[in-house]
């Protein structure tokens, strides 16, 4: 199956009387290209489906089937060579029409332009598309964002975070902007939702999902093209794959139990009902919307995880608790099975631990008899190592337990904890702040 992602560009026509919009859309339309695609002010805004490196084109098949057409730089250098005195910018890909410069005047600007389509995320990985511009106020991110991460999420941001399970993913909600670097160990999937309590800016909506990154910002969905409308495959097409679609099929594909239907009236609908809208189609409680419209601290949010700011050992303690709890970035299956080894049975485990210092204090003193030979020198090496490393058991078992129940997750509960294949343990709603309970 092929995997599509969404590109958007712009043809600038420098004269509307050579380079008309039917002009376009015939262009288009000669070459099968299934795109959305609507003038604005002289700049005919357009909007593609590509797949692969090459980054080859969605056209329909004489056989009315949806494939790989020419790749994007051929498809741009076939227009450039049909259209006149334009400018086309697709996605970085750039070329200019038949201008005469006796006519119409170039800035340095469009003559120059142009931009990598390829960046680096925060996690050394490219990715196709920049990261927005996000607003001030109020931030709700959903990723594979561990719990054991959190409290370093608070301290940084100097504001407390409320963490809620999503099943496969966490959601993480923020009185503030959190730095995408947080988000988790994957690029594989991140949803951010920036929003002005204001009103003044619209909410700025941010899809990460296999190294390619879109931007949703409710200034409206560009119509399929002419073409495009006649044709029941590519309209379908077009819906799944283009504009509003693309947000929703990734979110769908990525989270369970998410409402397609309210996902797409969320991002077709007005701006300011947008966060209410949005929340409750991925399933979160209304007090998150009330926390991304400013009427709610994220710290309040019932049933949520409230991670506060802490000085650095209270945030290692915090960070281990949830770890050795199967929150962490390591495979809960390892933690599962240290509990089970040393939290579960603490009596037998101290008194491995007691043998252990006893055997190795033992050959420490037959080591020390014969101090004079090598051989006792490290049967004396030996001996101090086990009977330290029976110590340090002991005393590292204790802490991590005292760890655990500061943080509320000792006890039978503990050890039942859901896995996933790919993303780290959460923990579920009905988990109460970290405040409260301390």
């Not at 990723?143 to 993913?169: F, M, N, R, W």
């Not at 679609?245 to 991002?267: D, K, N």
């Not at 020390?368 to 101090?384: C, E, F, M, P, Q």
Request: hydrophobic share 40%; with cysteine; aromatic share 6%.
């Amino acid at each position: 199956m092929v995997a599509w992602r969404p590109i958007s560009g712009e043809i600038v026509r420098f004269d509307p009387a050579l380079a008309t919009i039917e002009s376009i859309e015939a262009s288009l339309e000669r070459h099968s290209v299934i795109a959305r695609g609507a003038d604005d002010e002289g700049t005919f805004r357009i909007e593609l489906a590509v797949t692969g490196r090459r980054r080859r084109v969605a056209v329909l098949s004489e056989s009315g089937e949806v494939v790989p057409g020419p790749s994007l730089g051929d498809l741009v250098e076939m227009m450039d060579k049909e259209l006149r005195k334009v400018q086309i910018d697709i996605a970085g890909q750039m070329a200019w029409g038949n201008i005469d410069l006796g006519e119409v005047d170039v800035t340095v600007e469009q003559a120059l332009g142009g931009e990598e389509q390829y960046v680096r995320d925060e996690f050394g990985e490219f990715v196709e598309g920049e990261l927005p511009e996000f607003t001030s106020g109020p931030m709700l991110t959903i990723s594979d964002v561990s719990y054991a991460e959190l409290p370093d999420v608070a301290k940084t941001i100097e504001q407390p975070v409320a963490a809620l399970s999503l099943g496969s993913a966490n959601a993480v909600i923020c009185d503030c902007e959190i730095p995408e670097r947080k988000f988790g160990k994957s690029p594989n999937f991140v949803l951010i939702l920036s929003t002005d309590p204001s009103g003044v800016d619209s909410p700025v909506l941010s899809v990460h999902h296999h190294h390619v990154r879109r931007t949703w910002a409710w200034e409206g969905e560009l119509p399929v093209v002419t073409w495009v409308r006649e044709n029941e495959v590519a309209t379908d097409f077009a819906g799944r794959e283009l504009g509003a679609g693309a947000f929703v099929s990734r979110i769908c594909e990525s989270l369970a139990q998410v409402s397609e239907v309210g996902v797409r009236e969320a991002l077709l609908g007005r701006a300011e009902e947008a966060p209410r809208l949005l929340t409750a189609a991925l399933g979160l409680a209304p007090e998150v919307a009330d926390c991304l419209e400013g009427l709610l601290e994220a710290r309040l949010i019932p049933g949520a995880t409230v991670f506060e700011p802490k000085p650095f050992s209270e945030r290692i303690q915090t960070a281990v608790a949830y770890e050795v709890a199967g929150q962490g970035l390591t495979t809960p299956s390892f933690w599962r099975l240290y509990r089970k080894l040393y939290l579960e049975r603490p009596c037998l485990m101290e008194a491995v631990a007691t043998a252990q210092a006893g055997i190795g204090g033992l050959v420490m003193v037959a080591g020390l008899r014969r101090w004079s030979r090598t051989g006792g020198k490290v049967l004396t090496i030996l001996g101090a190592g086990l009977a330290v490393n029976a110590g340090m058991r002991i005393l590292v078992t204790q802490w991590v337990q005292a760890a655990l129940e500061a943080e509320g997750l000792a006890g039978e509960h503990s050890s039942t904890f859901r896995e996933h294949e790919d993303l780290p343990t959460t923990r579920s709603n009905e988990s109460t702040s970290v405040s409260d309970r301390l």
